[in-house]
Nanobody, 111 residues
Framework: QVQLVESGGGVVEPGGSLRLSCEVSGIDVRENSVHWYRQAPGKQREFVGVIMANGNQMFADSVKDRFSLSRDNSKNTVYLHLRSLIRQDTAVYFC?????WGIGTQVTVSS
C-alpha cells in the first residue's frame, strides 16, 4: 500500500523559508516521480514541482526561482524547500506519487 505523509508546514513571515517533507512508503522514490501541488482557499489545486526518478526537476513558473526539491533516498523522503515566501504562497501543500495523495500540510505566510 502506497502512503505519503507531508509535514513541515507552519506560519512564516513574508520573505521567510520552510522545508516541507513528503515521507513515502510502499514505493521507492528513486524509481518514481514525486509531485508537489498546493491549494489555496477558494482556488483549485495547482502544480508546484516534481522530482523525477532520474533526479530531474520541474517547477511552476510562479515558484521556480524560489522553491527547490531534494531527495533523501535512505529515508525514502522528498523535500520541498520554500524560500522568499510571499502571501500568495499560503496554501495546503500536497505530495503525490503513483496517483496517491497525502493529506497535506498547511503553509501560512503572514506578518
Amino acid at each position: 500500500q502506497v502512503q505519503l505523509v507531508e509535514s513541515g508546514g507552519g506560519v512564516v513571515e513574508p520573505g521567510g523559508s520552510l522545508r516541507l517533507s513528503c515521507e513515502v512508503s510502499g514505493i521507492d522514490v528513486r524509481e518514481n516521480s514525486v509531485h508537489w501541488y498546493r491549494q489555496a482557499p477558494g482556488k483549485q489545486r495547482e502544480f508546484v514541482g516534481v522530482i523525477m526518478a532520474n533526479g530531474n526537476q520541474m517547477f511552476a513558473d510562479s515558484v521556480k526561482d524560489r522553491f527547490s526539491l531534494s531527495r533523501d533516498n535512505s529515508k525514502n523522503t522528498v523535500y520541498l524547500h520554500l524560500r522568499s515566501l510571499i502571501r500568495q504562497d499560503t496554501a495546503v501543500y500536497f505530495c503525490n506519487a503513483v496517483r496517491t495523495w497525502g493529506i497535506g500540510t498547511q503553509v501560512t505566510v503572514s506578518s
